[in-house]
């Protein structure tokens, strides 16, 4: 089921990033869809920590697909510079896709129909200057049980609701447990 939450401050989206990251299983998808500067990298440098990823995630600003290693390896793929989908279909994304790492695209607007059709859809939308909003859009079973596993973790987070209440800045999500 899709759901939505609203961040307050960067290290907040980076531990939903890291809350992530720590759940994510090898071939998984995230799009991460939204304007500029919303927090797609900085969600996407939380999720690499969470994979236990220690090298600095930048912005694949000019090359397209940044892959870092770690226990799962990272694809980071940015289509804000292609041009069309057919360039993203020459860059061979499927083989990010359905590999055996964990695979976060942001721009996927830009080649929709380069982009699987089962994947974890987040869509960012700048609230204010340090309020974001995500909404969680899961296609497909793998990502409605991750976006439920997702939504749980947050919900456990004290002073924080699924709707989007306001959390306690600061708080770490919960290590024990699951992962
Ligand atoms: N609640 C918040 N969540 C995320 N980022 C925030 C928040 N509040 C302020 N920011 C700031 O917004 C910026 C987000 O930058 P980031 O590079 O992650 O955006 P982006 O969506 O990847 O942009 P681009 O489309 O250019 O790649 C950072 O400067 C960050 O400090
Ligand atoms: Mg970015």
Known sequence: MAFSIV???PDETFQIGQALGRMAKPGDVLLLQGPLGTG????TQGLAKGLGITAPVTSPTFIIVNQYPGPLVLYH???YRIEATAE?????L???FFGD?????????RAPSAMPPEHLLVVLEHIGEHERSFSFQPKGSRYQALAEQLRKAIDLRPGQKAGG???HPGTDPPSG???
Request: hydrophobic residues 35%.
């Open 177 to 179: 447990g699951s992962a």
């Open 40 to 43: 797609k990298t900085l969600l």
């Open 7 to 9: 961040t307050h401050s």
């Open 101 to 109: 790492g964990v695979c976060v695209v942001e721009w996927p607007e």
């Open 77 to 79: 793929v940015d289509l």
């Open 94 to 96: 499927d083989d990010y």
């Open 88 to 92: 993203a279909i020459d860059l061979g």
């Open 165 to 167: 209440s306001r959390p």
